[in-house]
């Protein structure tokens, strides 16, 4: 039998998932071309096959010490990997700026010899649901609700992001709207995120409840609220209601804006409020087809791969 030729080989990508503070690194084992592998997979030898948990960083982004904290990881991923690893996928989350990111993802190249891609979390998840769904000419705006909110686009195969330069989630999409932690006014994170979710309760003197300290980044006031509204709480019902009709009014308006075929929305957390959206999402008529639920199992992690899979193959 013929031995495959070498760039249709599988290889591992580290990816890493940067948040404020710290980082989890990731190695991932893709098939070159079609779907992302799915947790059964992992058998076959593909998907997530080793984890770096959350590494703590540095302040300062585009430091040093930054860059050596991340090459470090990558290099212990590597040496499980029998060194075979090719590539490192950076996803940074929504707030982060990105200019500190791209001096990190500069830095840690030259540490480790490895071509480094940085890309906006959202970008990470929307090349994860494209790539899910078979990639090709596939046009698809993804939201991720969260403690924070990502967002991406990929448009006819084309990463948004790659287009523009434009984190989707602090697009402006009611200028005169509420303010947002970037500066400016009216992103779609302040209609679509928890920071939204959390203005309506407080509108509607919705009383908050003690949530635990490590349950915050897993949306547990969102989760709290969604639940109470489930139950039949009237005032918390209406701030979910409110907040639903906010997140599929911008989604569909961005969505129709870049003419995607689909919208998929991702719950890190709030089960039941995502059965709202969905409920929501089928009666709003024509337009892209919309969905809700939670993400693919490790999306960030597979989709930052496979982006900087995509960005430094080998062109014919």
Do not use: N
């Not at 500066?183 to 928890?194: D, N, S």
């Amino acid at each position: 039998m013929a031995r495959p030729a070498a760039h249709a080989l599988p290889r591992f990508v580290v990816a890493i998932e940067l948040d404020a503070g710290h980082a989890r690194c990731t190695t991932v084992c893709l098939p070159t071309r079609g779907p992302l592998p799915l947790p059964a997979d992992r058998a076959r030898g593909l998907g997530v096959v080793d984890v770096r948990e959350v590494l703590e960083l540095p302040d300062d982004l585009a430091s040093p010490a930054a860059a050596k904290v991340l090459a470090d990881a990558v290099a212990v991923l590597g040496g499980r990997a029998r060194g075979s690893v090719g590539r490192v996928g950076l996803a940074a989350a929504s707030g982060i700026a990105g200019m500190p990111v791209r001096r990190l993802a500069a830095r840690l190249a030259l540490r480790t010899r490895l071509p480094v891609v940085p890309m906006a979390r959202g970008t990470a998840l929307a090349w994860a649901e494209h790539r899910a769904h078979g990639g090709g000419d596939d046009s698809v705006l993804a939201i991720e609700v969260g403690a924070s909110l990502s967002a991406g686009a990929v448009l006819h195969g084309v990463p948004f992001a790659a287009l523009t330069g434009i984190d989707l989630a602090h697009m402006p999409v009611g200028p005169l709207g509420p303010p947002c932690a970037c500066g400016r006014r009216g992103c779609l994170e302040v209609y679509a995120g928890h920071a939204g979710l959390e203005r309506l309760a407080e509108d509607r003197d919705v009383p908050p409840v003690e949530v635990p300290i490590h349950d915050l980044h897993d949306a547990g006031r969102a989760r709290d609220l969604a639940l109470r509204a489930a139950a039949g709480e009237a005032r918390a019902q209406a701030v979910i209601e409110e907040a639903t009709r906010s997140l599929v009014h911008v989604a569909d308006a961005v969505g129709r804006l870049l003419g995607v075929d689909r919208i998929a929305v991702r719950m890190q957390s709030a089960a039941a409020w995502a059965e709202v959206l969905r409920q929501a999402g089928r009666r709003r008529g024509a337009g892209p087809r919309f969905d809700a639920s939670p993400p693919l199992a490790e999306a960030f992690a597979l989709g930052a791969a496979a982006f900087a899979q995509e960005v430094t193959r080998p062109r014919r």
